[in-house]
């Protein structure tokens, strides 16, 4: 992988790591502006903030110093220290405060710091927050969200226990719904959609995404929980991914259309409920798949995906289905260890050729 | 404290109440006609009724899973909760929670949380919200001793003390974690002191004494209303039977149980009432036979209750 630059994600860093024309989804004719993932999302939370009293933050660091990777810069200054929230350091009590809260009907929105650090507070996510409502019967409702940045990437990401991807583990969990987008615009639509949302919503946000670009609307906008999106409509081959990986689809999809190959990405960007039609659909209409996902392959995403390909079409299916995925590792800190542990562009190249022999 | 006639046998009634409950719940379960684990509040009545009759109906109780006698404190339903019990329809959470699950938001019970010390931060989390909006309520947390040496506790103890936020931390002390008692889980030997190091207020009261347990009730509760923050109101009790209905107890000896017996808070609380002319041993055996009716037919309705239809499964997961 060559593309993506060693220092793109510098805290503050407006470098884009690829070129942001891989994704368009906001015409240069509709009113907008192109900023980064990291952007896009601060102002998710600034808008519903100012759209809806009862929605607050609550967090490590996210006052003034903006939390780990400065997603709420400027917010404290704007909303104050009663609605942007810093916290001990006690991730368990972060979200079950937050629950707590979302009870009363109020509309919390709690960061914690990694993904990794989640199995701190474990117990309420899926112990309380995701089963208050049906072991009540339906007497309440849990809307919040919890943000979380994951995700590694070769060469940059900060060893074991800061670097993993860990959608898996919430997506496992009835009552939760977990989102992770891909680009700017989605990012902040589906952001919006989730603090709207009458479910708990764990909310991913790639950390090697934070400085992409991209174009998003001026205008209000949410984007729907539990659907699929089509990043690139194609007819030889179907990719299926979600987080980073549908940047390395869109540019390996890229460099094979020079041979000739017409791929389509289909991005999961709602990780749970999954949208099982899409995949499905997309397989049949193509009928070669490549899977392409950052958590390790054993009991993974693409076990998952690549069994709505089996169940939906497997009788269209023209080659083996073939899945690229993280390595069944924690994550090395060295550089020569650490190549390799994620799918990169030329993996997702090799893969496409390979359904294609 | 002057407490008013009719407050006192509101407590006398819901404390009955509870035990007629706990009598007949445990008389389910030892039968099979209820399935699960059911853990009875025997002998901590006053402790529940003194802390709920502090409340206003607008305040929140978080619970565990020893948490009939909460609920009925704070006013739950007995037919709904008995129902609940047994898995049937017309139970609180429509048979989808059961005995260690009772939740009825109608009453300010957000719910009876069986993980040891996770309805902490929900109580840390609701009192926030009341602070932030500007509202008087308050939010009660119950656990045991075993529960205050969960991360959930200490975490949520000082959430709440760093922001003044309205809790009263009820610390029922039963004296048993399940099997493990007190003094092989626990270094220091008054629970109460724990709240020094969280900057708030330890109260120590006797947990067989409803009055005493309501009067410390009434003035953390006050203190939480000022603005003034959380109350750590540790409740000295045991419970009288085991740690579940039909449980062995091989860990503590009948002896002890029998001691213990001796305060029980029932007896003692009836004869205060007649010794101080607060009321007429006829006005209370009145009460005794209403809460009887009362439980009875509560058996009657969750036995005759629908169970769910089974086609409802997937209901209520999301909303």
């Given at each position: 992988m060559t593309s993506i630059e060693r220092d793109a994600v510098t805290l503050g860093s407006t470098k884009p790591a690829m070129s942001p024309n891989l994704i368009v989804q906001v015409p240069p004719d509709v009113p907008g502006k192109e900023m980064s993932y990291q952007e896009a999302i601060r102002e998710a939370l600034r808008e519903e903030m100012l759209r809806d009293e009862r929605v607050f933050l609550m967090g490590e660091d996210i006052a003034k110093h903006g939390g780990a990777f400065g997603v709420t810069r400027t917010l404290f200054d704007q909303f104050g220290p009663v609605r942007v929230r810093n916290t001990p350091i006690s991730e368990n009590t972060i979200v079950g405060a937050g629950t707590g809260a979302a009870l009363v009907g109020m509309r919390p929105v709690m960061e914690i710091m990694f993904v990794d650090f989640s199995g701190l507070a474990m117990d309420q996510i899926y112990q309380e927050a995701?089963?208050?409502?049906?072991?009540?019967?339906?007497?309440?409702?849990?809307?919040?969200?919890?943000?979380?940045?994951?995700?590694?990437?070769?060469?940059?990401?900060?060893?074991?226990?800061?670097?993993?991807?860990?959608?898996?583990?919430?997506?496992?969990?009835?009552?939760?719904?977990?989102?992770?987008?891909?680009?700017?615009?989605?990012?902040?639509?589906?952001?919006?959609?989730?603090?709207?949302?009458?479910?708990?919503?764990?909310?991913?946000?790639?950390?090697?995404?934070?400085?992409?670009?991209?174009?998003?609307?001026?205008q209000d906008y949410v984007l729907p929980l539990g659907k699929c999106d089509i990043k690139r409509q194609g007819k030889d081959v179907t990719i299926v991914a979600s987080g980073l990986m549908v940047w390395h689809a869109m540019q390996a999809a890229n460099i094979v259309a020079q041979e000739g190959i017409s791929v389509e990405v289909v991005d999961v960007r709602t990780v749970s409920p999954l949208d099982e039609d899409a995949i499905g659909s997309s397989a049949r209409k193509t009928g070669r798949v490549v899977l392409v996902a950052e958590p390790c392959r054993s009991y993974g995403p693409t076990g998952e995906w690549g069994m709505v390909v089996i169940e939906q079409a497997f009788d269209y299916l023209q080659a083996p289905i073939v899945r690229l995925t993280g390595r069944f590792t924690p994550i090395p800190f060295a550089d020569s260890l650490e190549k390799g542990a994620w799918p990169e562009t030329s993996d997702v190249v090799r893969a496409i050729q390979q359904v294609m022999k | 404290m002057q407490v008013e006639r009719e407050a006192l046998l509101d407590m006398y009634r819901r404390m009955v109440l509870i035990r007629e409950f706990e009598l007949a719940a445990m008389d389910l379960f030892k039968r099979g006609q209820a399935k699960g684990a059911m853990h009875p509040y025997i002998g901590q009545e006053a402790s529940g009724v003194g802390v709920c009759m502090a409340l206003r109906k607008d305040d929140v109780i978080a619970g565990t899973h020893r948490s009939h006698g909460h609920n009925i404190a704070k006013g739950a339903d007995t037919k709904k909760m008995m129902a609940e019990l047994l898995g049937k329809e017309t139970g609180y959470c429509k048979g989808r929670g059961g005995s260690m699950h009772i939740a009825a938001f109608e009453t300010g019970s957000l719910g009876a949380l069986a993980v040891v010390g996770s309805g902490i931060p929900l109580a840390v989390g609701a009192a926030l919200a009341f602070k932030m909006r500007g509202e008087d309520r308050v939010a009660v947390p119950f656990t045991g001793d075993g529960g205050s040496n969960t991360g959930n506790w200490h975490e949520g103890v000082n959430m709440a003390s760093i922001w003044d936020l309205p809790v009263i931390f009820v610390l029922e002390n039963n004296h048993y974690a399940v099997s493990t008692r007190l003094d092989n889980a626990v270094k220091v030997k008054d629970l109460s002191i724990r709240a020094q190091g969280y900057g708030i207020p330890g109260i120590r009261v006797d947990g067989f004494d409803v009055l005493a347990v309501y009067e410390a009730a009434t003035e953390a509760v006050a203190r939480a209303r000022r603005g003034e923050g959380p109350t750590l109101l540790v409740t000295e009790s045991y419970r009288l039977e085991g740690h579940y209905a039909g449980e062995p107890e091989v860990y503590r000896t009948r002896a002890e149980v029998e001691e213990y017996r001796k305060l029980d808070p029932i007896p003692r609380f009836r004869t205060y009432l007649i010794d101080n002319d607060k009321a007429k041993p006829d006005e209370l055996s009145m009460i005794d036979v209403d809460a009887k009716k009362e439980i009875s037919d509560a058996v009657q309705f969750a036995k005759t209750s629908p169970t769910p239809d089974p086609t409802t499964a997937m209901e209520y997961i999301y909303a």
């Open positions: 995701a089963k208050l409502r049906f072991m009540t019967g339906g007497q309440c409702k849990v809307p919040w969200v919890l943000r979380m940045p994951q995700g590694g990437g070769s060469g940059k990401s900060t060893a074991a226990q800061h670097s993993q991807s860990l959608e898996v583990l919430f997506a496992h969990i009835p009552g939760l719904k977990v989102v992770l987008p891909s680009t700017p615009y989605d990012a902040k639509g589906l952001l919006k959609a989730a603090i709207r949302d009458d479910n708990p919503v764990i909310f991913l946000e790639h950390k090697f995404l934070y400085p992409f670009r991209g174009r998003v609307p001026d | -």
